[in-house]
Nanobody
């Protein structure tokens, strides 16, 4: 059974940084594509960043140059380093795993950017 557990969210001032972590278990992690999504109140969920099993990355335009996704296959972890945070980055951030035809979700972690 695949489990994804996020951590690292919280309250941060504009311009600050946070690092989100997602611990995965129950799958062949190194074969999976891992992603971070976010959903702000009243808005649709959007893909923030994705990293393939070969390490290729994708970022939504609004976070390019500020966020970095990385993975540690040995630890079965995926990270999202978020720098220069803006109030519009406030959302619930969720970890996603795609393996074959199936995808899995974590429970989400709240990120609030406010002074």
């Amino acid at each position: 059974q695949v489990q994804l557990v996020e951590s690292g969210g919280g309250l941060v001032q504009p311009g600050g940084s946070l690092r989100l972590s997602c611990a995965a278990s129950g799958s062949i992690f190194s074969f999976a594509t891992m992603g971070w999504y976010r959903q702000a109140p009243g808005k649709q969920r959007e893909l923030v960043a994705r990293i393939g099993n070969g390490g290729r990355t994708y970022y939504v335009d609004s976070v390019k140059g500020r966020f970095t996704i990385s993975r540690d296959n040995a630890k079965e972890m995926v990270y999202l380093q978020m720098n220069s945070l803006k109030p519009e980055d406030t959302a619930v951030y969720s970890c996603n795993q795609i393996l074959g035809s199936k995808d899995y979700w974590g429970q989400g972690t709240q990120v609030t950017v406010s002074s």
